[in-house]
T-cell receptor, first 113, second 111 residues
């Protein structure tokens, strides 16, 4: 989706290092989300934010942190406490109205060795 | 809680074959239902949606009908193309910020 930019596309880190994934949107959506995708497991919700300066834990928040200082930006930090951080991370926006869909960025593939 | 179950893949078809990917859901009330498609190395793109019972969503030759009596939202296409090769996700949305996804079904279409 051209309105959601995730960077970088590929990220490599050593074990024990924190790493921050960027997500920027120009769709003027209030709500933003971070999902993790692992092979054969679909998407699992890490954190979401319904409005600036507010965010909520999803199903698998342990080892992750987020901030929402601006409407356009929702960075995700993968901390050293995350036991298995290697995965494909997807940022999404929208869905504020009951039947409205989410819009996704193109993802960041994080590899931790 | 709400959940989505879709048929396991991978699914391999020849070009012009008929496609069905099964999806069933568990939810209280009346969720909205979605199909997303993911091409290699990309995010998810909305393929189609249906917001109430008996609605049919359709796009690019794909269609799915919201069946409340069988809690299903199966994806169908009459004649697949090589370019349809991707991973397909069924999803439901009950409340504003609660979208649940199936595990995904990988489709490969051979020429």
């Amino acid at each position: 989706d051209g309105g959601i930019t995730q960077s970088p596309k590929y990220l490599f880190r050593k074990e024990g290092q924190n790493v921050t994934l960027s997500c920027e949107q120009n769709l003027n959506h209030d709500a933003m989300y971070w999902y993790r995708q692992d092979p054969g497991q679909g998407l699992r919700l890490i954190y979401y934010s319904q409005i600036v300066n507010d965010f909520q834990k999803g199903d698998i928040a342990e080892g992750y942190s987020v901030s929402r200082e601006k409407k356009e930006s929702f960075p995700l930090t993968v901390t050293s406490a995350q036991k298995n951080p290697t995965a494909f991370y997807l940022c999404a926006t929208g869905g504020e109205v009951g039947n409205s869909p989410l819009h996704f960025g193109n993802g960041t593939r994080l590899t931790v060795t | 809680g709400n959940s989505v179950t879709q048929m396991e893949g991978p699914v391999t078809l020849s070009e012009e074959a008929f496609l069905t990917i099964n999806c069933t859901y568990t939810a209280t009330g009346y969720p909205s239902l979605f199909w997303y498609v993911q091409y290699p190395g990309e995010g998810l793109q909305l393929l189609l949606k249906a917001t109430k019972a008996d609605d049919k969503g359709s796009n690019k030759g794909f269609e799915a009908t919201y069946r409340k009596e069988t809690t299903s939202f199966h994806l169908e296409k009459g004649s697949v193309q090589v370019s349809d090769s991707a991973v397909y996700f069924c999803a439901l949305k009950q409340n504003n910020n609660d979208m649940r996804f199936g595990a995904g079904t990988r489709l490969t279409v051979k020429p």
